[in-house]
């Protein structure tokens, strides 16, 4: 097992400033920006910010992420203080926190929490009575077989329904229990030992530990074999298999529905959604070819599995790290326990944590800034799309038609989350956990059937990232992105058009992408494009995925096409976007382009700024985590991938045709 320390190393204490809007530091002036750019914008990154051992990668967002959890910490720190004057949500953020900290606590009590979940998988007396046990697992986040919940209509927005999908696999993703090679088949070893290791720490003996691991794996593995991959999971089509309530015991009759969908407190339902109707029939045989004794194995196991690693004992803490942590993603060492229970109150109590957040570290003025900056890139789309030669009027006017319905939320939600029905307790760490999960399925499976709820997000305001959801039709940029050097008041317009500016593009061509094309402007699934501009459309990004494919990511692990053809399109989309609305902005602002300022002219600084959102390093085991299952592109593709689609890139360095950042042949979607 691996050594994990939380007090005293040098790395995970370290503490990170932002970087500003651009860094001239990062820059590696030796390198030539048009044989390498990546190199040349960030080729010092990684030398100044090595990547710190309790990460498997580092970047520009990885360290605004750790500026933002001190910040969040001193936060917590101080609602954690008993005996101050707490308002509510001081209290349950403060005690959460404070209960996540107790690792004392937490190892006295031993498996003395779970002692009820363990007895009820225990007391399953047949299989006609697994169906409450997988509702109650459903409402506690345990992945047995399968996943329940909540969702727009993919082709009805205005509608929310139950939705049902395949689940209950322990390994990233179902290809990672087929693939040949070295790699793969390690993990797999690995794996059924780590398995074997969870048992044995539940009280198991050797021997019947590792049979039990064995037959653990053979049942996920023919879960596996009846799971859809995730490439092909990519196209709304594939996941949408609307029917009512009576099918779905067609499907897995073993399982009792009306049942399953009483104990999960879900309200009346007539239909729902089916994601993968081949995976219910595929669990029907299984269930009913796997003995009771296997499948209470199994139960156990992803209980203890499925549960926040922080408020496990510290032995089972410490070897849900060593296989999920270091020898899958190559960190290697844990992360101090603060950040880890900073970051699970966040995800607990994400929008009590979040009022405190943006009240300190938000002020209106970014929220106004970044509006006018998505109004201007809202703009650049418009035109771009008159300029189009590969679309018709037809198409045009449809794609007008969903842009203009795109809504805007930026920073935090209009209306906060109302808390008041969660209990939270000082001391009780995995009962914080638990209720927290169950209150948050609770909210969610309580829409189905009502009217949709436009302003909620799907992030907590501290989060560094930003989404598009194509049933809503919204862009999404909490708080916590909206920061240098991201955005930063003090760079130029150059510099932030190229940071923040490509990021708002990004979501905004999400509506456009392979997947987000196929959505209107209501949020729904239905074809709006003409056959022949389809076929354009399909093309255009053809190029894109065999450009993308041709990335070796590490060793014999290559980037993707198909995977990551939706970001890839967004990145080389929201690059041009933000570009056309720089350019405007400039001549609105009289600049002259051919001005240095600090070395670069206002294109040049335009290029660094984006280029420098992708600094960093990733190291080699999560680079073919990534590969396998992430849908981004690794860092250094979303930059030199990129700027090699933009000639405009090549022209304001200088770089010859033929050049590898300035190829004969190039792709362009948007
Ligand atoms: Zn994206």
Redesign the pocket.
């Given at each position: 097992m691996a050594q994990t320390q939380s007090k005293g190393s040098p790395d995970t204490e370290k503490t990170y400033e932002r970087l500003p809007g651009l860094d001239k530091q990062l820059i590696d002036t030796t390198s030539d920006p048009c044989t390498d750019f990546s190199q040349y914008a960030c080729g010092n990154f990684s030398k100044l910010y090595p990547i710190p051992n309790d990460r498997s990668g580092f970047g520009p967002g990885a360290m605004v992420a750790e500026y933002n959890q001190r910040v969040l910490h001193m936060m917590l720190e101080q609602a954690a203080e008993v005996g101050s004057d707490r308002g509510p949500n001081e209290q349950k953020i403060g005690d959460y926190y404070a209960s996540c900290m107790d690792q004392d606590a937490i190892n006295h009590k031993g498996l003395a929490p779970f002692q009820p979940e363990l007895d009820r998988i225990a007391e399953l007396n047949s299989k006609n009575e697994l169906t409450s046990l997988l509702a109650h697992h459903q409402l506690v986040n345990v992945n047995s077989f399968l996943n329940y919940g909540e969702q727009q209509d993919l082709k009805d927005a205005r509608k929310q329904i139950a939705a049902l999908d395949q689940g209950g696999l322990g390994l990233p993703e179902r290809d990672y229990y087929f693939r040949a090679g070295e790699a793969a088949e390690k993990t797999r070893k690995e794996y059924v030992q780590h398995i074997t290791n969870v048992l044995k720490l539940m009280g198991e003996p050797e021997s019947q530990a590792m049979s039990d691991a064995q037959a653990i794996m053979q049942l996920e593995t023919a879960l596996a074999k009846v799971s859809m991959d995730i490439t092909s999971r990519r196209d709304p089509q594939n996941v949408y298999h609307l029917m009512p309530v009576t099918e779905v015991a067609g499907l897995t009759p073993d399982l009792a529905w009306t049942q399953f969908f009483k104990d999960t407190g879900t309200p009346p339902i007539t239909e729902l959604n089916v994601a993968n109707p081949d995976f219910f029939k595929g669990l029907n045989t299984l269930l009913s070819s796997t003995g009771l004794p296997v499948i209470k194995t199994y139960l156990r196991w992803q209980l203890i599995n499925s549960t926040p690693s922080e408020v496990l004992p510290k032995a089972f803490d410490d070897e849900h790290f060593d296989f999920y942590g270091h020898k899958l993603r190559g960190q290697p060492e844990q992360r101090a326990r603060w950040k880890r229970c900073v970051q699970a109150t966040d995800g607990a109590l994400g929008e009590a944590l979040g009022q405190v957040y943006v009240a300190q570290e938000f002020p209106p003025s970014s929220k106004q800034a970044t509006l006018q900056m998505v109004h201007d890139i809202e703009t650049a789309m418009d035109q771009d799309i008159d300029t189009l030669d590969w679309m018709g009027p037809a198409t045009k006017v449809r794609a007008k038609e969903k842009l203009h319905a795109i809504a805007d939320k930026i920073g935090y939600p209009d209306h906060w989350r109302d808390y008041s029905k969660l209990v939270v307790v000082r001391a009780d760490a995995y009962g914080n956990a638990m209720r927290a999960i169950e209150f948050e399925n609770h909210r969610e499976l309580a829409k189905i059937g009502k009217p949709v709820d436009r302003g909620e997000f799907g992030m907590s305001p501290p989060t560094v990232n930003a989404y598009y959801n194509p049933s809503m039709n919204d862009i999404n940029f909490p708080a916590g992105i909206l920061q240098p050097p991201f955005y930063d008041p003090h760079a130029t317009d150059a510099e932030d058009y190229g940071h923040i500016g490509a990021i708002v593009g990004?979501?905004l061509t999400?509506g456009f992408d392979d997947q987000g094309r196929q959505f209107d402007g209501n949020g729904n699934l239905s074809d709006w494009w003409t056959a022949e501009d389809g076929k354009k459309f399909e093309e255009k990004t053809d190029c894109e995925v065999k450009e993308y494919s041709g990335f070796t990511a590490v060793d014999d692990a290559k980037v993707n096409g198909k995977l990551t053809l939706g970001?890839n399109t967004?990145d080389n989309g929201g690059l041009r976007l933000a570009y056309i609305a720089f350019l405007a902005d400039a001549k609105r602002k009289n600049i002259d382009l051919s001005q240095k300022q600090d070395g670069y002219t206002p294109v040049q600084q335009f290029f660094l700024g984006y280029g420098q959102n992708w600094c960093g390093a990733t190291r080699p085991e999560q680079l073919r985590v990534q590969v396998q299952t992430d849908p981004h592109s690794p860092r250094q593709f979303r930059l030199d991938g990129v700027v090699q689609n933009m000639p405009e890139f090549g022209q304001a360095f200088g770089c010859k045709a033929g050049q590898p950042m300035m190829p004969a042949n190039y792709c362009r979607v948007w």
């Amino acid at each position: 097992m691996a050594q994990t320390q939380s007090k005293g190393s040098p790395d995970t204490e370290k503490t990170y400033e932002r970087l500003p809007g651009l860094d001239k530091q990062l820059i590696d002036t030796t390198s030539d920006p048009c044989t390498d750019f990546s190199q040349y914008a960030c080729g010092n990154f990684s030398k100044l910010y090595p990547i710190p051992n309790d990460r498997s990668g580092f970047g520009p967002g990885a360290m605004v992420a750790e500026y933002n959890q001190r910040v969040l910490h001193m936060m917590l720190e101080q609602a954690a203080e008993v005996g101050s004057d707490r308002g509510p949500n001081e209290q349950k953020i403060g005690d959460y926190y404070a209960s996540c900290m107790d690792q004392d606590a937490i190892n006295h009590k031993g498996l003395a929490p779970f002692q009820p979940e363990l007895d009820r998988i225990a007391e399953l007396n047949s299989k006609n009575e697994l169906t409450s046990l997988l509702a109650h697992h459903q409402l506690v986040n345990v992945n047995s077989f399968l996943n329940y919940g909540e969702q727009q209509d993919l082709k009805d927005a205005r509608k929310q329904i139950a939705a049902l999908d395949q689940g209950g696999l322990g390994l990233p993703e179902r290809d990672y229990y087929f693939r040949a090679g070295e790699a793969a088949e390690k993990t797999r070893k690995e794996y059924v030992q780590h398995i074997t290791n969870v048992l044995k720490l539940m009280g198991e003996p050797e021997s019947q530990a590792m049979s039990d691991a064995q037959a653990i794996m053979q049942l996920e593995t023919a879960l596996a074999k009846v799971s859809m991959d995730i490439t092909s999971r990519r196209d709304p089509q594939n996941v949408y298999h609307l029917m009512p309530v009576t099918e779905v015991a067609g499907l897995t009759p073993d399982l009792a529905w009306t049942q399953f969908f009483k104990d999960t407190g879900t309200p009346p339902i007539t239909e729902l959604n089916v994601a993968n109707p081949d995976f219910f029939k595929g669990l029907n045989t299984l269930l009913s070819s796997t003995g009771l004794p296997v499948i209470k194995t199994y139960l156990r196991w992803q209980l203890i599995n499925s549960t926040p690693s922080e408020v496990l004992p510290k032995a089972f803490d410490d070897e849900h790290f060593d296989f999920y942590g270091h020898k899958l993603r190559g960190q290697p060492e844990q992360r101090a326990r603060w950040k880890r229970c900073v970051q699970a109150t966040d995800g607990a109590l994400g929008e009590a944590l979040g009022q405190v957040y943006v009240a300190q570290e938000f002020p209106p003025s970014s929220k106004q800034a970044t509006l006018q900056m998505v109004h201007d890139i809202e703009t650049a789309m418009d035109q771009d799309i008159d300029t189009l030669d590969w679309m018709g009027p037809a198409t045009k006017v449809r794609a007008k038609e969903k842009l203009h319905a795109i809504a805007d939320k930026i920073g935090y939600p209009d209306h906060w989350r109302d808390y008041s029905k969660l209990v939270v307790v000082r001391a009780d760490a995995y009962g914080n956990a638990m209720r927290a999960i169950e209150f948050e399925n609770h909210r969610e499976l309580a829409k189905i059937g009502k009217p949709v709820d436009r302003g909620e997000f799907g992030m907590s305001p501290p989060t560094v990232n930003a989404y598009y959801n194509p049933s809503m039709n919204d862009i999404n940029f909490p708080a916590g992105i909206l920061q240098p050097p991201f955005y930063d008041p003090h760079a130029t317009d150059a510099e932030d058009y190229g940071h923040i500016g490509a990021i708002v593009g990004h979501e905004l061509t999400h509506g456009f992408d392979d997947q987000g094309r196929q959505f209107d402007g209501n949020g729904n699934l239905s074809d709006w494009w003409t056959a022949e501009d389809g076929k354009k459309f399909e093309e255009k990004t053809d190029c894109e995925v065999k450009e993308y494919s041709g990335f070796t990511a590490v060793d014999d692990a290559k980037v993707n096409g198909k995977l990551t053809l939706g970001e890839n399109t967004a990145d080389n989309g929201g690059l041009r976007l933000a570009y056309i609305a720089f350019l405007a902005d400039a001549k609105r602002k009289n600049i002259d382009l051919s001005q240095k300022q600090d070395g670069y002219t206002p294109v040049q600084q335009f290029f660094l700024g984006y280029g420098q959102n992708w600094c960093g390093a990733t190291r080699p085991e999560q680079l073919r985590v990534q590969v396998q299952t992430d849908p981004h592109s690794p860092r250094q593709f979303r930059l030199d991938g990129v700027v090699q689609n933009m000639p405009e890139f090549g022209q304001a360095f200088g770089c010859k045709a033929g050049q590898p950042m300035m190829p004969a042949n190039y792709c362009r979607v948007w």
